[in-house]
């Protein structure tokens, strides 16, 4: 079960307290740091220009000698998918594998949209999430295979590129995703410590990363079709997670 009263459960709880900038990035809280205000010149303990709490997501903070630090910066959608994927991770322990809940779930939905994590959870359930691991530096980069299944393979690096053309419009482009569902499929994978590993030669991994650089460039969307023909994708030891 998820700890109640943190400052970011109950901001994005659905239809309680979730500011109207959640879904473009900027998910503005009422005051989950306790702050009330009432103490301003002029202000009474029940009303006056000093009795109301900062606008959402502006509570000030105090330094540690318990002066007024002025108001903080607003907290971002990401910064609470991040919160709620590390609560995820630290589910886990030596001997059980991190779990998700009903209630992470429901709140990882109003952040990214329902439909968009059915999607990215379809993709982890169906292992399609692979993270390749290069054997000599240890320097990694994940695929997550789309609907086409293994001939379209996209490169991700899960917290700021997909190859994907969903990245280039819905993310950069309109703005209208935090992340591409195959970023998103990875990140829970990742939070779930469960996915597929693969470990391929440092030159290989070289290769691979410069072949969909290639096929972006060739306006290919940057999936592994016609990687075949550049060197290939994939190869060394796999294994399951």
Not at 36 to 64: L, T
Not at 81 to 103: L, Q, Y
Not at 132 to 159: D, H, I, M, N
Request: charged share 25%; proline share 6%.
């Amino acid at each position: 079960m998820m700890p109640g009263g943190g400052g970011w459960d109950g901001a994005v709880t659905p239809g309680k307290g979730a500011g109207p900038g959640a879904r473009d990035g900027h998910a503005e809280t009422r005051g989950g740091d306790g702050y009330r205000g009432g103490g301003g010149a002029g202000g009474g303990a029940h009303g006056g220009p000093g009795a109301h709490s900062p606008p959402y997501g502006r509570s000030p903070g105090f330094s540690p000698q318990g002066r007024p630090m002025g108001p903080g910066p607003p907290i971002t959608a990401m910064a609470i998918a991040d919160a709620i994927f590390d609560e995820i991770r630290n589910s886990g322990t030596d001997v059980k594998k991190p779990e998700i809940t009903d209630r992470q779930l429901e709140l990882l939905a109003f952040v990214f949209d329902a439909k968009h994590l059915e999607n990215s959870l379809v993709m982890y359930q169906k292992r399609a999430v692979k993270k390749l691991v290069a054997v000599k530096s240890g320097r990694s980069c994940w695929q997550v295979r789309g609907k086409s299944g293994a001939k379209e393979e996209y490169l991700v690096f899960p917290t700021h590129y997909c190859s994907c053309r969903a990245f280039q419009w819905d993310v950069l482009s309109k703005g209208e995703q935090l992340i591409c569902k195959h970023m998103l499929a990875v990140r829970i994978a990742e939070a779930l410590d469960d996915y597929n590993v693969t470990e391929i030669d440092d030159a290989l991994l070289a290769q691979l990363l410069e072949a969909y650089a290639n096929d972006v460039g060739d306006g290919g969307g940057g999936t592994r079709r016609g990687l075949s023909r550049r060197g290939g994708g994939g190869g060394g030891n796999g294994g399951r997670r």
